[in-house]
């Protein structure tokens, strides 16, 4: 078996076609790798674009298709999940997430929204297979507009506290087990 090296040097001699090729190959694989770093790193510490950032506004539809703004929650701190059926690092935090949206009360509301293309198309039967992951989702009620109402979401899973006041408290991208619980903690004064 040739070593890596050896391999490489081969494919190098065997013209630029093939050397190109590899290249490509060689660049989607850095360019997947850097996408999955940042998506299961937890983010580190708070997203600066989002903190501070009046979100009350934003408009969402649930399952029976109302809309609905997070104004309607004014008074409560709010988590502000983004996510998708598809994506890895958000199926390991629906069960955190799920079991938070369960135990909400008066002081705090959870709201995750699926950004599945097909959205409830895409949501209903994810849930229907994955009950443990089941959550009371909604949907942009205006896809288009959504990084206008809340900023440019670049990863999923990512995650917005947002204040009594409807302003953006701490942000962050990616999943880490126990930060969901931690951060809210701090925005509940707890």
Excluded: H
Aim: proline share 6%.
């Amino acid at each position: 078996m040739a070593s890596f090296g050896e391999w490489l040097e081969e494919k190098r001699t065997e013209g630029l076609g093939k050397g190109f090729s590899l290249l490509l190959i060689a660049a989607g694989v850095l360019g997947l790798g850097w996408l999955g770093v940042r998506a299961f790193s937890g983010g580190g510490g708070a997203d600066a674009r989002f903190v501070g950032r009046n979100v009350a506004g934003l408009a969402l539809r649930d399952a029976e298709g109302r809309t609905r703004t997070l104004g309607e929650f004014s008074g409560q701190v709010v988590v502000l999940d983004f996510w998708a059926t598809w994506c890895p690092p958000c199926r390991m935090s629906l069960p955190e997430l799920a079991a938070l949206q369960q135990a909400q009360g008066p002081a705090y509301a959870v709201v995750p929204v699926s950004l599945d293309r097909g959205g409830f198309g895409a949501v209903t039967p994810f849930f229907a297979s994955n009950p443990s992951m089941a959550l009371t989702a909604m949907v942009p009620a205006d896809p288009a507009g959504l990084a206008k109402a809340v900023g440019e979401i670049e990863a999923i899973p990512t995650t917005l506290i947002v204040d009594r006041n409807g302003k953006v408290a701490s942000a962050w991208m990616g999943y880490t087990p126990g930060r969901l619980d931690q951060e809210l903690k701090a925005a509940l004064g707890k």
